[in-house]
């Protein structure tokens, strides 16, 4: 059961195929809108992105969060069932994250290891369920987020979990967002590529807009790629143990927290899931705070 942090948040839920069609069934769990409360609604969204095989629900406090801070915010469904990773585990070629990444955002045949096409791209995705809130929600403020029929990525701050932060990280690269916020991600490379190439791309994204935040403990997730991922990003340092702080974190753009559970996926969500994340005794999450920080939604 969630707390109190999501009940005192209007959050809708609406299936892609309810207003697009052509939604690859695969990927039609509902998305979860969570609307502005408690706060003057500040013109801003929070696009978040979910880990491998996860749906949107799994994640209604981060977007209750950014809600109660008064930004409009989107738990987004989208193709997440093949792991990036995994998929380029014996790779030579350092494109091959970077291939799967954009034709994932963009539906561009890009990469022979995944099927994405542009109607269930992330990209046209977020801009079909947009438009149908812009009609469905008319005085919600979703206009502010639409140029066209292109999404407004200058007022768009994109975070995730997982594969879902490898995702958000790579389209800073090539979208002027407000920001991006990846938690347990990105982690590109294998023991024949270092680095993924696209982690060295000159980003469209300012890198002072970009925060990392993981479990150093992360047995599924190696902590040390990561860590060097968001090097590799531009996130500045230094490394910095949110156990022992409080905000602003000594303004670092690579925090972390150590916790050590049974199984790898526990330590793994354990920074951002609904169903692991720690609940203090009203029911907020622990690391909302953090949250906030690495997403600007103070």
């Not at 839920?13 to 052509?22: A, E, F, I, L």
């Not at 408690?38 to 013109?43: H, S, W």
């Not at 143990?241 to 925090?255: A, I, T």
Request: proline share 8%; aromatic share 10%.
């Amino acid at each position: 059961m969630l707390g109190p942090v999501v009940i005192g948040v209007r959050m809708t839920y609406v299936r892609p195929s309810t207003y697009t069609k052509g939604i690859d069934p695969l990927y039609d769990a509902d998305n979860v809108i969570a609307h502005p409360t408690g706060a003057k609604p500040k013109g801003r969204l929070l696009l978040w992105l979910g880990g491998t095989s996860t749906i949107p629900k799994m994640y209604q406090y981060v977007v209750a969060v950014a809600a109660l801070h008064g930004f409009n915010a989107i738990a987004l469904e989208y193709p997440n069932l093949r792991e990036v990773n995994a998929l380029c585990r014996t790779s030579r070629d350092p494109d091959c994250w970077g291939d799967i990444r954009n034709e994932i955002f963009t539906g561009r045949s890009t990469s022979r290891l995944v099927k994405v096409d542009a109607t269930n791209s992330i990209q046209q995705r977020l801009v079909d369920l947009l438009q149908y809130l812009r009609l469905k929600d008319p005085s919600g403020g979703w206009n502010a987020f639409l140029a066209g029929d292109r999404a407004r990525w200058s007022s768009i701050t994109i975070g995730g979990h997982s594969q879902g932060a490898g995702d958000a990280a790579y389209i800073s690269k090539y979208r002027r967002l407000a920001g991006d916020c990846p938690i347990e991600s990105p982690a590109d490379g294998n023991p024949n590529v270092a680095t993924a190439a696209w982690l060295s791309v000159s980003p469209q994204t300012p890198p002072r807009l970009g925060y990392g935040f993981g479990n150093e403990l992360d047995s599924f997730a190696n902590f040390g790629t990561m860590v060097l991922d968001w090097t590799t990003l531009g996130f500045a340092g230094p490394q910095t143990d949110v156990d022992d702080v409080k905000p602003p974190y000594f303004r670092s753009h690579q925090l972390f927290t150590v916790k050590q559970f049974r199984g790898p996926l526990n330590s793994h969500d354990y920074p951002i899931m609904d169903y692991v994340t720690p609940l203090d005794a009203k029911g907020v999450p622990v690391f909302a705070p953090i949250w906030s920080y690495i997403c600007g939604l103070d």
